[in-house]
């Protein structure tokens, strides 16, 4: 087994140097490091011990209840009296106030060092945005401090059996019940639906109020594990057995009768939901940087400990020496190092809140090329360990079986494709405006992206003006995006390299990047 370390230097320079951070109002850039080194250091002694046996134990069914691993109880109650929970919550509801792309740094490493834990308290964050856009004074004060102290946990409970992505087959009913409202219905898929680290979980769950079709007469509502230190009507029917992320809960869910009360308007439940789904793919995002990390982490270690045959000169060499196995942990790097700076860049852009109509573009692409980050550089790792990447002992096999599911969860790849063809295009195609604005600022002086930005700004008014096209070419216009914006972020990371921790690395990546042709074959869809 080979060690998990936090790749801090390379976070805080793709955060500061990269992404502009240090732009930020209310950034403090040494507090920042402070703060992600620490964590850092937390993660690696407590957190990421608990991956391997966690993986081989997994959770069990008992008595309704959900049992963690071994030692993820201790952990988190660690985690929780340090503060993390509370590290982007307001102050004045208990937190510590900081922003969000420093909540995206611990998270990345928190994936890292075990992605089954970060999932289980990752919507935590995502539940307090939405109280906090869409909920009462009341609401706010009586959830967010619990959030804060990491007492509660959250989830997210939308999908259901035969529903899926369709939101619009939602099912599930809330009928008035005095100030509150009862709920009825089955969720599946749901991460941490029971767990007994926390003392309680709100479950933000969309459920049907009025007779709307579609997703017409949703609602959101705040429903409590417990009112009234009493178990609420919420139960786990089974617990999935999966591919990967055997530590993390996936629930079936059934609310009998469940008692709850509504945040946002009568429904609007999908508006306010938006808002926590964003957060999480943005997050999930972030996952598949930290796998992608992880595995070229674990590749290039491997490589450069093991002997493999004879190099030029006759002499022993190592597996790293070897031009094939040099081309593989050259790509993982480059995966990880241009998806991290991709959801960076879109982090920064969020928290400045000077252009949503960028923001709600580059969520879906960070997801889509992210999360497919991860699980290549996960694939490539265990060619480069050969029979030892196939076998459980260096455990890149785990960091790809834990990957796989983030190009599905928090919606499908394939619909995040149709989302960037189809409605980012629509009505104008604000948000595909403002992603060739930034292309453009990027190249300003250079001229380095003109030609492809040309021919995707070519592929994008064609299917701007036939949206049977549209949803066709959906993937190929995805990949394109995503082409044009990495050569755009390694244009930007090989401009900051001198920042770098290693300078000479980056330029040496950002070359390969610009002479393998990557974006003009992916462009080629257009025609």
């Not at 081989?56 to 009296?81: H, I, K, N, S, T």
């Not at 369709?166 to 409202?181: E, K, M, N, S, V």
Request: hydrophobic letters at 45%; proline letters at 5%.
């Amino acid at each position: 087994m080979i060690p998990f370390t936090a790749p801090v230097d390379d976070i805080l320079f793709s955060l500061e140097h990269v992404a502009g951070a240090h732009r930020l109002p209310d950034w403090d850039g040494a507090l920042s490091a402070e703060i992600v080194r620490h964590f850092a250091s937390f993660a690696e002694g407590v957190i990421a011990p608990l991956d391997e046996p966690g993986d081989v134990q997994g959770c069990r069914l008992e008595a309704g209840r959900v049992r963690m691993p071994d030692g993820f109880a201790v952990a988190y109650a660690a985690y929780a009296e340090q503060g993390w929970p509370g590290l982007s919550l307001p102050e004045a509801q208990g937190g510590q106030g900081m922003s969000g792309p420093v909540l995206g740094a611990v998270s990345e490493i928190f994936t890292g060092a075990c992605h089954a834990l970060q999932m289980v308290t990752s919507l935590a964050p995502g539940a307090a945005r939405t109280i906090l856009a869409f909920g009462t004074a009341d609401q706010q004060a009586r959830f967010l401090p619990l959030f804060a102290s990491g007492e509660w946990l959250a989830t997210m409970c939308l999908t259901e059996p035969g529903a899926g992505s369709d939101l619009g087959a939602i099912r599930t009913r809330a009928t008035p019940d005095g100030d509150l409202w009862r709920i009825d219905g089955e969720k599946i898929f749901i991460s941490g639906g029971d767990q007994d680290m926390s003392e309680g979980i709100l479950h933000l769950v969309l459920a049907r109020t009025g007779d709307g079709a579609g997703t017409r007469g949703l609602s959101l509502f705040l429903c409590p594990s417990e009112i009234d230190g009493a178990r609420n009507g919420v139960s786990v029917a089974r617990i999935e057995e999966k591919l990967g992320l055997h530590a993390s809960p996936t629930c079936q869910m059934v609310f009998d009768g469940a008692r709850a009360e509504m945040i946002g308007a009568p429904g609007e439940g999908l508006k306010a939901m938006f808002t926590m789904m964003n957060h999480a793919r943005l997050d999930v995002a972030l996952q598949g940087v930290a796998h992608a990390a992880r595995a070229a982490q674990i590749a290039r270690a491997y490589a450069a400990d093991r002997r493999q045959g004879q190099g030029p000169d006759g002499n022993p060499a190592m597996l790293a020496d070897h031009p094939d196995v040099q081309r593989m942990l050259d790509e993982q790097d480059m995966l990880a190092i241009g998806a991290r700076a991709m959801c960076h860049l879109a982090l920064v852009a969020l928290e400045s809140g000077e252009d949503r109509a960028l923001v709600d573009f580059l969520t879906p692409l960070c997801k889509i090329y992210a999360t497919e980050a991860g699980i290549r550089s996960a694939d490539l790792g265990i060619q480069v360990l050969g029979g030892y990447g196939y076998l459980r002992e260096y455990r890149v096999e785990q960091v790809w079986r834990d990957a796989r599911i983030t190009a599905i969860y928090e919606g499908t790849n394939g619909i995040h494709a149709l989302t960037l063809a189809t409605r980012m295009l629509a009505k104008g195609g604000a948000p595909a405006q403002a992603f060739a604005a930034r292309i453009r600022e990027i190249d300003a002086g250079t001229g380095r992206l003109a030609t492809g930005l040309a021919r995707w700004c070519d592929f994008r008014d064609r299917l701007a003006s036939d949206p049977a096209a549209a949803v066709k070419k959906a993937r190929a216009f995805a990949d394109a995006t995503a082409a044009l914006y990495v050569q755009a972020v390694w244009t930007i990371l090989a401009d900051r390299a001198d920042a770098a921790p290693d300078p000479a690395r980056i330029r040496r990546l950002a070359a390969l990047a610009g002479v393998t042709g990557t974006a003009a074959a992916a462009l080629a869809p257009a025609g």
